[in-house]
């Protein structure tokens, strides 16, 4: 199914054409698990990001879907039950983006917790799963642990446990779920600000929404919605205060920093789970191997963070925070600066409360984890829904809640103000199915038909990464192979089969506009390489820009190459300012 810069075209041009039902800014998880809800009620919806599709908090995650086993400790047993009633669900319907994963939990003499208390709180995981886990949790004894962990620190280790919880791919599940809502009618655009609200007396009805791939600020269309939902995560103030200048913080931003490392480097048979000395804070370094040939992600920090999103960074205390984690508990690995391949940075959109004192900013890493993980659903200015926190691994039922406090926003204006009531047609919504069937188990299987009657082998990692799609993709790479002109002999990076016929592949069905958006959010090509896939940089920019109809031989086709290079050469120079001695400080 098209999902490109063709379908992003079209539907902004007709957003300005007639009223929707719901007007959703923000193409993050929750904005597009939003539209995805919405749309199969019967609304009609349009959805616009003023940047790409994920491109804050959704793809700077700790990729994992999770029922949150510390909040046992909290007895928050029906958060827990529902975050792993979705973990059941997601590993059933989305298993290209979804995967089971071990979890190993040293356990320490003077520790928080013993054996004993940990083992009832692993079986109360289980419990509330209803068992509908890849396996139960099993108690390792000290021998064990380190059979399996050969260098974990031994002083005052008493043994451990296994769990499973399960890994995901943040970034490109965001986008699976922008392109089923809008093969279900939703309109969406990417590059698309909403830049100046729209009123009818006291009640936001829509934007003046600007594209910003046009490089035309006077290229703007109006997109009115009898109901607006605000769903901007840690720009959630921001975007308040845009809208009235009056208005009053709902956030205490978080920064959360992950550093990437080979897995040939940071040997580990699963998830380690580790809790830092000084504040308490639970980590995991996590092993992908779907990630390029192997990496290791391990995160994350939690301290305070400039109060525009786009501006947090990495510096050297989230560096030393997380190398000295590693190194207290695999000693042995010796493990150095050196050996990060990447790192990335992202800011939660936590909620303010009254335990969480001022939002001056001031506070400590330490009040931070006391702010509210939990999500805040309420009116936003002039009668709009604004949401903010949450969890992503509740985002389909956090999606329902938003849709439905909607509806009642609604119906409430319809008394209050007379507009439009609810249409009569709407039904409940259907979001408890594969977001992709291409790439369910029936999927894969159906793949692995294709290949066997046309005696062709489809490379494992495109296989587990697309399901059915990769015979697309395929046919992609058979076309360039037989174009000599324009295919390339470059060697495809390990991990990344058929590379250029994946980007352009991507180009037509994932909505990629820039490099950097294939770089970054399509496939972990920045993240999982030493060289960040910059050897192939030129190859991918003529591939995006073919696919985005312009001629090579033209000078428009090559001014449009050279930028997409020095844009990816920029962005990959800024993520790697940390290992700069500017980066020093907190």
Known sequence: ?????????????????????????????????????????????????????????????SKLIHGGFR??????????????????????????????????LPVYSGGKFGKNMYDLGLWLYDLLALFRTPGFHRRLSKGQMLKLFPGLETER?????????????????????????????????????????LFEGDRLVGFEVVDQLSGDESKRVSVHARKVVLCTGPWAD??????????????????????????????????LVMAHPDDGRISFAVPRPDYGS???????????????????????????????????????????????????????????????????????????????????????PGRSVLVAGGKYT??????????????????????????????????????????????????????????????REIPADLLDRYGSEAIEILKIQDELLSKKATSSEKTDPEGFSCLEAQLRYSVQTLMVVKLWDFYMRRVPLYYARRDHGMPWAELLAKALVEELGLDLGTPEGERRVQKELEELRREVELAETWRSSKAVGS
């Not at 009235?244 to 998830?271: E, Q, T, Y």
Request: net charge negative; proline share 5%.
């Open 294 to 380: 192997g990496v290791v992600i391990v995160g994350t920090t939690d301290g305070p963070t400039h109060p525009d999103p786009a501006r947090a960074e990495v510096v050297r205390a989230d560096i030393d925070y997380l190398m000295g984690l590693l190194r207290r508990y695999l000693p042995d690995q010796k493990l150095e600066e050196s050996d990060i391949l990447s790192t990335y940075v992202g800011v939660r959109p936590l909620v303010d409360d009254a335990t969480s004192g001022s939002a001056d900013g001031a506070d400590s890493s330490a009040s931070l984890q006391k702010v509210s993980r939990e999500h805040k659903i309420d009116h936003g």
């Open 157 to 197: 280790l008493e043994g451990g446990f296994r769990y499973f919880d399960a890994s995901m791919w943040d970034d490109v599940l965001v986008l699976e779920i922008l392109r089923d809502a809008s093969a279900k009618g939703a309109l969406i655009a990417s590059y698309a600000s909403a830049d100046q609200p």
């Open 394 to 455: 509740t985002h389909r039922t956090m999606a329902e809640e938003i849709v439905d406090f909607a509806l009642k926003s609604w119906g409430e204006d319809a008394r209050k103000f007379g507009v439009p009531g609810l249409p009569e047609s709407l039904v409940p919504p259907d979001t408890e199915v594969a977001i992709n069937p291409k790439a369910t188990i029936e999927g894969r299987k159906a793949a692995q038909e294709w290949a066997r009657m046309n005696q």
């Open 1 to 61: 199914m098209e999902f490109s810069f063709r379908t992003r075209a079209r539907d902004l041009n007709r957003m300005s054409q007639e009223t929707y039902d719901l007007l959703v800014v923000g193409g993050g998880i929750t904005g597009a698990a939003v539209a995805r809800d919405a749309v199969t009620r019967g609304l009609k919806v349009a959805l616009v990001e003023r940047q790409d599709f994920a491109f804050g908090t959704s793809s700077r995650s």
């Open 71 to 104: 909040y046992l400790e909290s007895m928050k047993f029906f958060l827990v039950f529902e975050a792993l009633c979705e973990r059941a669900l997601l590993l059933r319907t989305t298993p290209h983006m979804v995967r089971p994963v071990p979890f190993f």
């Open 238 to 271: 921001e975007m308040g205060t845009q809208i009235d200048s009056n208005w009053r913080s709902w956030l205490k931003p978080s920064k959360g920093v992950h550093l990437v490392f080979d897995a040939n480097r940071l040997k580990i048979p699963g998830a």
